[in-house]
């Protein structure tokens, strides 16, 4: 069965993430296309985002992704969506924080925010910095990013080369306070510690 057919199943941008939700994160070092997560049944939150594109994509969206960049800490692909002018996003997270958006958010810095006080490393250090433009995927077409067999690791790459926008000053950075404890666990609840970034 083809991409589409497979995906015919995800028909709004909840049950995409509820898909994500249910398979547990890639802690391997491959970049998997939409069609493998859907044949390996596992994802990180690279594949998840470009999945997640692809299939907002068979709904009439653009496959768009977006790279939220960190300090001392991983970074984190959502895939964006735009509905009656706000933005929302679906991502893939082996946190239970950093998942979901509803489609509110007037602008990218918005819904980039919205990540902010929940984007902590495991030693407590609030750590997101910047957004990027938005990134669409279909520049990759002609390598059938969707359902090829190669590593993706190329896309990934080509998201640190876009332009960001920061969202603190040096200044504000140096002075966050530590993710309190009930949202420190909150967030690690489930995860898979093989697939966390381990902080200096």
Not at 45 to 71: K, W
Not at 83 to 93: C, F, H, M
Not at 171 to 182: C, E, F, H, M, N
């Amino acid at each position: 069965m083809e991409l589409s057919g497979l995906m015919k199943p995800l028909d709004s941008p909840v049950k995409i993430q509820e898909f994500l939700d249910s398979i547990p994160y890639n802690t391997t070092k491959r970049t998997l296309s939409p069609l493998l997560v859907l044949k390996e049944k596992m994802a990180h939150c690279m594949d998840g985002g470009m999945f997640a594109a692809a299939a907002l994509r068979r709904l009439g969206y653009p496959p768009l992704i977006v790279d939220l960049s960190a300090e001392n800490d991983d970074d984190h692909i959502i895939a964006v969506f735009r509905e009656g002018g706000s933005w929302g996003a679906v991502a893939k997270s082996n946190t239970t924080v950093l998942r979901f958006r509803e489609p509110v958010y007037k602008t990218l810095r918005e819904l980039a925010m919205s990540y902010f006080e929940m984007y902590y490393n495991l030693n407590g250090q609030k750590t997101l910095r910047s957004y990027s433009r938005t990134i669409d995927l279909s520049r990759f077409d002609e390598r059938g990013w969707e359902t090829t067999d190669e590593d993706l690791e190329y896309i990934g790459d080509y998201t640190y080369t876009v332009r960001h926008y920061p969202l603190i000053t040096p200044t504000q950075a140096g002075k966050l306070s530590d993710v309190p404890k009930y949202l420190y666990d909150a967030g690690f609840s489930g995860a898979d510690i093989d697939g966390l970034y381990k902080p200096s």
